[in-house]
């Protein structure tokens, strides 16, 4: 096991990493000076930009910025490939991307920290913060709820709530409820974040809650009881409780001019030949999704990491507590919860059930086995993944974070599984 260090002064050269911060952000990020020096070995680490370059070359991703982590070191930070292969833009280790469903662990973070401070209840109904939901129903026939859905139910998608038809291969076609999302058109992005939990909140629920666990608009509701909670903005909240902190300079809801040439974009898909459809990020939205929308780069989002990693502080930053961290690690699926039939065709070996080996906490899968999953890793490690082809993941046994940044491929799961085998492999 390495030795804990909390507090770590960055490294001479540190801004050619993208790492450089103001002086109230230092004091928490080291490069390590030889991969060896966090127990990784160097020639099977560089396995990893390799990869992701034959991956360039095969035409299957444009390019990918890589990250890992281990004890309060990093041991990796790297640019593969392009940042836009139309325009033969190569990537850089600041590009920034859109990080779809990574944007959902800060928003559970942002609500347990109101959790903590006593503004926020996980058994609370979601109605106390959106009056709206105490009329909500269940399913076409508007059945009576056998109990309201909770904050608790929303950070672990146990809430009722679905999203509507995910492009899933080989999908089971759409539900009714999604059907009935699509009417109420859901998700329009000229609503705000009040209008929206409004109006899913008058569309029914898949099931009652607590009984299913469905990937959804959960944390795009959360996002919102945060809003209520805390009197803020969702995004005036991210900055002034998280992304400031935490020095995370290049994470937000939109991209001002200056930056907007940093974007990743993503490039026609050789096996679907279209090019994946991005979110516009240019300009301010009127509604903070909190369930995905946030823009980050892989130097940013390791400081997420590592504040995790640390048990909820990063130098002189302390978000929650390490007990607060530990909470939202802990698997919090309730007994006798189902799946839905679309989850092993969108998550694969990684899906939150227990069929592969992992929950789901608050906020980010979690593993419950070292067996089942097709992946190495640690009984207790948490991650979570964007649809636009980034990822995440913690391992607390190992004191290892990896992140990886990437935009559009159709296969995104093949890059988690890859990302994991190559990781763990340069363990020495």
Known sequence: MLPRRAALTLVAGAAATGLARPAAAQGDLQRAARPEDVGLARDRLARIPAWLQAEVEANRIPGAVVAIGRGSRLAMLEAVGFRDRDAKAPMQRDSLFQIASMTKPVTSLAAMMLVEEGRLMLWHPVSRYIPEFKETKVGTERAPLER???????????????????????????????????????????????????????????????????????????????????????????????????????????????????????????????????????????WFWGGQGLVSTAGDYVRLCQMFLNGGRLGEAQLVSRRTVALMASDHQPPGVQFGPGLLRLFGGLAPAPVTGYGFGLGFAVRTLEGRSPVPGNVGDYFWAGAFGTYFWIDPKEELYAVLMLQGPSDRVQYRYAMRQLVYGALS
């Open 148 to 286: 309201e859905p909770t904050v608790l139910d929303l950070l672990r998608h146990t809430s009722g709530l679905t999203y509507g038809a995910l492009p899933v291969p080989g999908g089971a076609g759409v539900h009714p409820v999604q059907e009935a999302y699509g009417t109420a058109k859901v998700n329009d992005l000229g609503q705000t974040g009040a209008e929206f939990a409004a109006n899913i909140a008058r569309q029914p629920l898949m099931a009652q809650p607590g009984t299913l666990w469905e990937y959804s608009h959960s944390t795009d509701v959360l996002g919102r009881v945060v809003e209520v909670a805390s009197g803020q903005p969702l995004d005036a909240f991210f900055q002034e409780r998280i992304l400031g902190p935490l020095g995370m300079a290049d994470t937000a809801f939109w991209v001002p001019p200056e930056k907007a040439a940093r974007l990743a974009a993503a490039q026609v898909d050789p096996v679907t030949n279209r090019r994946q459809a991005m979110l516009p990020v240019t300009d301010r939205p009127k």
